[in-house]
């Protein structure tokens, strides 16, 4: 049995090919495909932060049950997706406040998933990445968004420099798992799910699947960005910032990104970045194979318009939105429905049955039409 071992990236569609994934689960069973998710889940995500934060015994009960499971579906490929795997160390460490030991902790997370699986099967790592200024800018949009980020884009790379390290990453994960297989970003461009079905499962034909075109996350436009990156910057209680992140995205779906100002970083930044990667680069590509990413000069038009930055108008038109949509009745029983469910959780564990309950009461992230 061939097993592989989605482990990312980050911000290389891994979300729109779990979903496509998860949506055709029975079709890839009948062509002896197993998918392998955390219950409830799309991916193995909650896998992940089990292996970075406690490595519990529960990782290797869930790998062997689900090989267990394709057996007996008769499967000749197992495959396993989380982009959570990559960068361990920051995602479930650094960013939590823990700046020590980078590399011994994702060495030993690595090697702990490496142990889960039984003795004698082998799991196939196959990575996604992104040219690395682009990454660091659309990570940087995303914990902006998700995780209360306020920092400025040159405070933050430094925070994240080791992340952007790819080759380091892969010497890891080639010393644990051999059987590497390395693509870029670029070379699956919008299309993941079919390049991903095509390259990766060896199934040329899609005809039948269902949310090959999935577009699942939202991203903010510059101005709703730099907006919820001054909301961070208050303090907020963590049901608020939960709320202050829903109100964004709903104020995103109505001032979609133009996608113009799609650039964080100066000139000058960029360019010293990416000569500061590009040792580890070559090595991905002599070790691994991995396609060149396309250079900086490759960039189309949209790319290197400078932002001017959020003009009082704009601001006080986001704030006037933003107000009106935490305001409403909506909002405020879902705000109290979350009060509610952290006072049980907190004060009252033994009532936490009733949570489920209250659910429908509370605000959900809303999805953009496919």
């Not at 009948?30 to 998918?35: L, M, Q, V």
């Amino acid at each position: 049995m061939q097993i592989i071992l989605h482990i990312g990236t980050h911000k290389t569609g891994s979300s729109a090919l779990q979903e496509c994934l998860r949506r055709n689960d029975s079709l890839l069973a009948r062509k002896g495909i197993h998918y392998a998710r955390m219950a409830s889940n799309k991916n193995c995500n909650g896998l992940a932060r089990i292996v970075a934060k406690n490595r519990g015994p529960e990782v290797a009960a869930f790998v062997s049950r689900h090989i267990d499971k394709a057996l007996a579906l008769g499967a000749h490929t197992l495959v396993m997706s989380a982009e959570s795997f990559y960068a361990m160390a920051m995602f479930f460490h650094k960013f939590n406040g823990r700046h020590g030991g980078y590399w011994k902790l994702e060495s030993e997370s690595v090697g702990f998933l490496h142990h889960a699986f039984p003795q004698g099967v082998t799991a196939k790592p196959v990575v996604f990445f992104r040219r690395q200024d682009r990454f660091l800018e659309s990570i940087y949009g995303e914990v902006v968004k998700s995780r209360g980020v306020d920092t400025t884009i040159d405070e933050f790379v430094t925070f994240f420099r080791e992340a952007l390290d790819y080759g380091r990453h892969m010497e890891i994960w080639s010393a644990h798992f051999p059987d590497c297989s390395v693509y870029t970003y670029e070379q699956a461009s919008n299309g993941m799910p079919k390049f991903f079905l095509r390259e990766v499962l060896r199934l040329p034909d899609s005809d039948g699947f269902d949310g090959l075109d999935l577009r699942v996350n939202t991203r903010l436009s510059r101005d709703v960005l730099e907006f919820k990156r001054r909301l961070n910057a208050t303090e907020m209680s963590p049901v608020d910032r939960y709320l202050s992140d829903l109100a964004c995205r709903e104020i995103a779906q109505a001032l979609p990104d133009d996608g113009v100002y799609k650039d964080y970083l100066s000139p000058q930044a960029r360019m010293a970045l990416m000569d500061e990667m590009a040792r580890g680069n070559a090595f991905l590509s002599e070790k691994f194979a991995m396609k060149p990413f396309p250079s900086v000069s490759e960039d189309g038009p949209k790319d290197g318009v400078p932002y001017s930055g959020l003009s009082p108008e704009k601001a006080a038109l986001l704030a006037e939105r933003y107000t009106r949509i935490t305001r409403s009745a909506r909002y405020r029983v879902g705000r109290g429905a979350l009060l509610a469910r952290q006072f049980i959780q907190q004060r009252l564990p033994q009532f936490s049955w009733i949570i489920p309950f209250g659910r429908s009461l509370s605000p959900q992230r809303r999805r953009l039409p496919n």
